[in-house]
Structure formats: C-alpha cells, structure tokens
C-alpha cells in the first residue's frame, strides 16, 4: 500500500516568489494535515481536513498562506509571497477518521523549502 | 492547554547499551501520549502510543515507554541500543478531551549511536 506521497521533495525559491505543495493521502483517509517543521523543532499543525471541509486552520497564517482540498482526497498547500523565515519542512500527514479517539497519522516525506 | 518537554535535545549512546530519552507533559485533560521516530529524509514514524490502557507500552523495534501519571512523565527506553536506532524522537501528546487528534509535538531528541 503506497504512503502519503508529497511533492515536490525540495523546493527553492526567492523571497516574493509563490509556491505550492501538493500531498495525496493514503486511500481512504478522510482527515488530511498539513504541518510546518521548522528547523530544530517538531512539527506544527497548520490546518486540518476532513474530507473537503478544513476544520481546524487556527494556525494557519491566512495573509500568505492558502490550501485546498476540493475534492476530498489531494491537497495543496500555497504560500504567496514566500518570505525568509517560510524556510522549513512542510509535512502532510493523513488518518482513517478524526473523531474522539486517536486516529493514527501517518506522515509524508515532506518538502523541504528553501527561501533566498 | 497540551505541551511536551524533551529533556534532552541530543542523546548519544553506545551500541549495545542502554537508551533512554525522557519526556514530560502537561495536559488539562487525560492525555494520549506518543512516541515517534523520523529518519533523515524519512516521514515522521509511530513508535507506539498510550492511550489508557496499560501504563507500560510495547513498541516496534525493542522500545517501550512508561506513563507515569505522578511524574507527569513517558520516558521512552530500549535495552539495546542499535545503529538503526540513530534518528530524531518527537514526544507527542493529544488531550483526548480536546480538539479530536490534535498533536502537540515536543522540540526532538537526536539519538546517536556509537560503535
């Protein structure tokens, strides 16, 4: 059974520049995350899906920062412009599931961002 | 509120010894409490997880964690260490009276193993 799959890999870009992630999760796992790991830190949750719906976006920063899941299975993550301190692992994780008990996540590779 | 604090931001250990990574939370609710492991250029891995059944929880590869209420602690061990073993830990904990799923994830311990 394939994982979650994201890409790309790596990302470089100049300040002001957009970017855009893209993660497919495992089938048939309706809640989608995205997390930010800085450098040194464990990751962050910027926003959380189930289905097509963001439930959970509280950490997400709106002025630059944008996803969608519109069909309720692939998701993409954009940040427009992109700015020095974006650098960081972008990771996506998924799960069967998001309701009172602990779901399993399952994490991506991640993208790692380089900002110029 | 949910936070973890790992004690050590870097562990290095011989192979064949001991390994211990410690880890303590806080929690306004009964927490569930995970261990993960991510290699380089690896996706984030479950080690294993407490979510209150048995306080003493067996994970893959040889290692195990304790929840220990008193303490506030769930100190992550293994008896052997091996060169596989090398990678981050994150401790993590979820408050199951909160947000569904919700990870808190702690600031990492790097495990180096020596030969």
């Known amino acids: 059974e394939a994982g979650v799959v994201q890409s790309p890999r790596y990302k470089i870009i100049e300040k002001k520049q957009p970017v855009a992630f893209w993660c497919n999760p495992i089938?048939?796992?309706?809640?989608l995350y995205w997390y930010r790991q800085n450098l040194g830190q464990g990751p962050e949750l910027l926003i959380r899906?189930?289905?097509?719906?963001?439930?959970?976006d509280s950490q997400l920063p709106k002025d630059r920062f944008s996803a969608e899941r519109l069909k309720g299975v692939d998701s993409t993550l954009k940040i427009q412009p992109a700015e020095l301190g974006d650098s960081a692992v972008y990771l996506c994780?998924?799960?069967f599931g998001a309701g009172g008990n602990y779901n399993e996540q399952f994490f991506g590779p991640g993208t790692r961002l380089t900002v110029l | 509120a949910q936070s973890v604090t790992q004690l050590d931001s870097h562990v290095s250990v011989s192979e064949g010894t001991p390994v211990l990574l410690r880890c303590n939370y806080s929690?306004?609710?009964?927490?569930?409490l995970f261990w993960y492991v991510q290699h380089p250029n690896k996706g984030l891995q479950l080690l294993l997880k407490?979510?209150?059944?048995?306080?003493l929880v067996k994970g893959i590869n040889g290692f195990e964690a304790e929840f220990k209420k008193s303490e506030t602690s769930f100190h992550l061990t293994k008896p052997s260490a091996h060169m596989s073993d090398a990678a981050e830990y994150f401790c993590?904990?979820?408050?199951?009276?909160?947000?569904?799923?919700?990870?808190?994830f702690g600031t990492g311990t790097r495990l180096q193993v020596t030969l």
């Open positions: 929690s306004s609710y009964s927490p569930s």
């Open positions: 993590v904990v979820s408050d199951r009276g909160g947000t569904a799923s919700k990870l808190t």
């Open positions: 899906y189930e289905n097509e719906e963001a439930v959970d």
């Open positions: 994780a998924s799960s």
């Open positions: 089938s048939g796992h309706n809640t």
């Open positions: 407490y979510t209150s059944a048995a306080t």
